[in-house]
């Protein structure tokens, strides 16, 4: 009878930059990768929400730029 | 024996040779005493803090990859760390292929930043003078060399 599809917002399925690169190690020095990808103008990490990047990606980078943070590379608030 | 790598972090109240000096002292400690073999070595130069250390605003970096017996590795974080003339400093496995140069790590960090200011005003934006430098025919006022040049082909 109610053959009319459910109304839902359209997914948008993201795809990890770094998987498409091939790349698995995230390198903490790489101040523009992790400013371009992981952390916001105030200098806190973004979620993965907004990333589109893969868990373990995700992790990695988050490690990285918390790295980043102790050598004084990345400040931890702006 | 496992590939290592550390970036130290030293205090800009030393004179630059002096921390430079240092930085060779740690290296020849780990060949001499700890048997490990140094693959990449590369001084950075002063640079500015993210954020206030103490006092300092500025340090001096330096990177440097090496073989290291893994057994060992605790003791000698132990006597990095008690070296006044170190700041700061952060061991990590050496990932695999070739160590990042810090000529990369500045030319990623400046591109971020033109990216950025270029999406605010792209109408402004100008090649920059290090692309200028690296591609002299690319740029305009260079125009006049370009006839030469292809003269010169042609003789050869």
Redesign the interface.
């Known amino acids: 009878m109610n053959n009319t599809p459910k109304t839902s917002m359209a997914k948008v399925n993201k795809k990890c930059a770094f998987c498409s690169l091939g790349k698995?190690?995230i390198?903490?020095?790489?101040?523009?990768?992790l400013?371009?990808f992981g952390i916001t103008f105030f200098s806190k990490i973004k979620p993965r929400k907004y990333t589109g990047v893969c868990l373990p990606h995700q992790k990695r980078m988050s490690t990285a730029i918390k790295?980043a943070?102790?050598?004084?590379?990345?400040?931890?608030i702006k | 024996m496992k590939n290592y790598e550390t970036l130290f972090l030293f205090p800009s109240d030393l004179a630059e040779t002096a921390a430079q000096k240092a930085f060779e002292e740690i290296k020849k400690q780990i060949a001499d005493n700890y048997t490990g073999t140094i693959s990449f070595s590369e001084w950075w130069g002063k640079r500015a803090l993210a954020y206030k250390i103490g006092s300092f605003t500025t340090g001096f970096y330096a990177l440097l990859q090496y073989s290291f017996p893994p057994e060992k590795m605790v003791e000698f974080d132990e006597e990095l760390r008690l070296l006044p003339k170190v700041l700061r400093f952060l061991t990590t496995l050496a990932p695999e292929g070739d160590p990042l140069p810090y000529s990369a790590v500045v030319a990623e960090d400046r591109a971020f930043a033109e990216e950025k200011s270029a999406g605010k005003r792209r109408a402004k934006k100008r090649p920059s003078r290090i692309e200028n430098l690296k591609s002299p025919s690319s740029s305009a006022p260079k125009a006049k060399m370009a006839p030469l040049g292809d003269a010169d082909a042609e003789n050869d």
């Open positions: 698995k190690h390198d903490y020095k790489n101040i523009g990768l400013k371009q790295q943070r102790f050598m004084a590379l990345v400040p931890f």
